[in-house]
């Protein structure tokens, strides 16, 4: 069975490997074809240290070779390219191909899910392709080195998400399915920008404390808008809400938390993400997360006090204060 993972990025590096692994045919599909090459030749991923690629993944950064009998085709591309991604395949793809949407983020524009956005571009060729989504705690410099983490695959479609759940059978992820596709990737999107919060308290020196708060509120925010949104409860206090959340505001592998402890520290945005070096998803999350704050009216404290920093340019003590000094409530 061919496995189809487009974007060679960390992640999509990392999942190509479980799956070879377990003795799928995995092809890797790179935009550029120079790094396509570098990956085929050299079998190491920069930003893997340590790890090495097996032998048996194929690179290739031509998109009717990779979609080509493809039985499910991962979409690893940062947020803001999986709708070019997905244009891309879209007229390749045979209509039994299940789309595994691994990136995670919300349309600015649109406020669609990366699932939704997939479908629309289908919808473009006339193709329904089952989407499923893939999320939870799965750093991939821990996937990449076979290290255990659970995961999510979520779809309406339950036999999709069945034969994703079995797809990753096997492998250091222990795969679950959750039928709340939207809930998934809401928490998804906006635990990132939560990241960047718990991520610049961390810059400012605060200690376990106000991160552990900002953890438990900041998934509070997301419960809240999620359930306006039609969302399960049950969903944000799973893998893809709270374990996702957790991880990616404390592990040193979070490039939210990374971004969030140099904005803290004093560094302007810009200068933050170019350290880094990789792309911030949360920066990405956060226009959509204000807008859907907005529209369903939701009082999002941390949200909105992470884009009074980021596009803002309120100093983050500042911002602190404020929180700290707003009206006594009722948890």
Known sequence: MKITVAGAGTWGTALGKILAQKGMNVCIWSRFPEEAEQL???????????????????????????????????IAVPSVF???????FSSF???????????????????????????????????????????????????????????????????????TQHLFEGTCIRPYINPDVRGVQICGALKNVEALAVGIARGLGYGDNTCAAMITRGMEEIRRLGLAMGCREK???????????????TSNHSRNNRAGFLIGQGKSTEEAVR???????GMNALP???????RFGMDMPLINAVQSVVNGH??????VNDLMNRKLKME
């Open 93 to 163: 793809l045979k209509d039994g191909t299940i789309i595994v949407s691994a990136a995670k983020g919300i349309e600015s524009n649109t406020l669609m899910t990366l699932t939704e956005v997939i479908g629309d571009e289908l919808k473009n060729v006339g193709r329904t392709n089952p989407v499923v989504a893939l999320s939870g705690p799965t750093h991939a410099e821990e996937v990449a080195k076979d290290l255990p983490t659970l995961i999510v695959c979520a779809c309406e479609d339950l036999n999709a998400a069945e034969k």
């Open 314 to 319: 309120a100093r983050p003590s500042d911002v």
């Open 288 to 294: 959509a997360a204000v807008t859907l704050c907005e």
């Open 82 to 88: 999986v709708r070019q991604t997905a244009s891309d």
């Open 275 to 281: 350290e880094v070096g990789m792309v911030v998803e």
């Open 40 to 74: 085929s030749r050299t079998r190491r991923h920069q930003n893997l240290p340590g790890v090495v690629i097996p032998d048996s993944i194929r690179f290739t950064a031509d998109i009717a070779d990779a979609a080509s009998d493809a039985a499910f085709l991962i």
């Open 235 to 249: 969903t944000f206090f799973g893998l893809a809400g709270i374990g996702d959340l957790i991880v990616t505001a």
